[in-house]
């Protein structure tokens, strides 16, 4: 992991078009604006855990659904 120090009003600069500037620092809370072309997704850690929790179990099938289609696979025979 690289580690920067920035001040209130600092930035860091992204692969020439993302750039992330530090707007308020406040205890323990850092407040960063972020400018991102469009079709760059940028979600909160959690958020982004949750949405690959949430892929992974619909792209899984579930045991009832695949033990069902077994058993048609089998009668078929």
């Given at each position: 992991?690289?580690?920067?120090?920035?001040?209130?009003?600092?930035s860091?600069?992204?692969?020439?078009?993302?750039?992330?500037?530090?707007?308020?620092v406040?205890?323990?809370?850092?407040?960063?604006?972020?400018?991102?072309?469009?079709?760059?997704?940028?979600?909160?850690?959690?958020?982004?855990i949750s949405?690959?929790?949430?892929?992974?179990?619909?792209?899984?099938?579930?045991?009832?659904?695949?033990?069902?289609?077994?058993?048609?696979?089998?009668?078929?025979?």
């Amino acid at each position: 992991m690289l580690v920067l120090t920035r001040k209130k009003g600092e930035s860091i600069i992204v692969q020439d078009n993302i750039e992330i500037t530090i707007l308020s620092v406040e205890g323990d809370v850092v407040k960063v604006g972020i400018n991102a072309p469009k079709h760059v997704d940028i979600f909160r850690e959690e958020v982004y855990i949750s949405i690959k929790e949430a892929n992974k179990e619909s792209a899984a099938p579930a045991p009832t659904n695949l033990d069902a289609l077994m058993e048609r696979l089998r009668k078929q025979k």
